[in-house]
């Protein structure tokens, strides 16, 4: 069992920063771990994700502009999300999939991940 709370949500105006995390409790060992965000309206989106043993996978809207990464020894999860825009506003949720299950692919689907954080609001004004 995985439980999540994310964390470091807030206003920013566009072109600022934000650094999101999310303390684990369980295991994230060969565990895909992952970033969603969900705006008004819209399907819930696939923004990072990390194992182990494979690359990070960003979605194409945020390449260059976000990095996933993780502290082993706090059980942390970030999002760092620089140059933000308006359009990147939404709520963000951290995911983990289940046991030894890593990251398949480029495509981060909500559907593979069992555990789900409650999501911290991100909002930025242009």
């Known amino acids: 069992q995985v439980q999540l709370v994310e964390s470091g949500g807030g206003s920013v105006q566009a072109g600022g920063s934000l650094r999101l995390s999310c303390a684990v409790s369980g295991n994230t060992y060969g565990r895909c771990m992952g970033w969603f965000r969900q705006a008004p309206v819209k399907e819930r989106e696939g923004v990072a994700s990390f194992d182990r043993a494979s690359s990070t996978n960003y979605a194409n809207s945020v390449k260059g502009r976000f990095t996933i990464s993780i502290d082993n020894a706090k059980n942390t999860l970030y999002l760092q999300m620089n140059t933000l825009k308006p359009e990147d506003t939404a709520i963000y949720y951290c995911?983990?999939?289940?046991?030894?299950?890593?990251?398949?692919?480029?495509?981060?689907?909500?559907?593979?991940?069992?555990?789900w954080g409650q999501g911290t609001q991100v909002t930025v004004s242009s």
């Open positions: 995911a983990a999939r289940g046991p030894l299950l890593g990251c398949r692919g480029d495509v981060i689907r909500a559907a593979e991940f069992s555990y």
